[in-house]
């Protein structure tokens, strides 16, 4: 089993800066990519920010140049740094991993991220 946990999420102002981390444990041993979604109501859950195991990364246009995304192997935990928030940031971010082994998809249970003034 595979547990992604996220934290970090909160209410910022615009032009605020957030950093969310996701610490993942169990049978990682063979986890390739991970990154980062964010849903909001009504919408379909996007991919924000992903890193390959090789350190490869892609991020949606929405957020280049603001979000840089990271992972730290020796601790299991992934990271997204937002600078530059704006009130469309405003979603429930979810951590996401791949085992290509498997096929399969994990997902965290998603932390909120506000941002307002």
């Known amino acids: 089993q595979v547990q992604l946990v996220e934290s970090g999420g909160g209410l910022v102002q615009p032009g605020g800066s957030l950093r969310l981390s996701c610490a993942a444990s169990?049978?990682?041993?063979?986890?390739?990519?991970m990154g980062w979604f964010r849903q909001t109501p009504g919408k379909q859950r996007e991919l924000v920010a992903s890193?390959?195991?090789?350190?490869?990364?892609n991020y949606a246009d929405s957020i280049k140049g603001r979000f840089t995304i990271s992972r730290d192997k020796d601790k299991n935990t992934v990271y997204l740094q937002m600078n530059s928030l704006k009130p469309e940031d405003t979603a429930v971010y979810y951590c996401?991993?791949?085992?290509?082994?498997?096929?399969?998809?994990?997902w965290g249970q998603g932390t909120q991220v506000t941002v307002s003034s």
């Open positions: 996401w991993g791949w085992k290509a082994t498997l096929g399969r998809n994990y």
């Open positions: 169990g049978s990682i041993f063979d986890m390739n990519s």
């Open positions: 890193i390959s195991g090789g350190g490869a990364t």
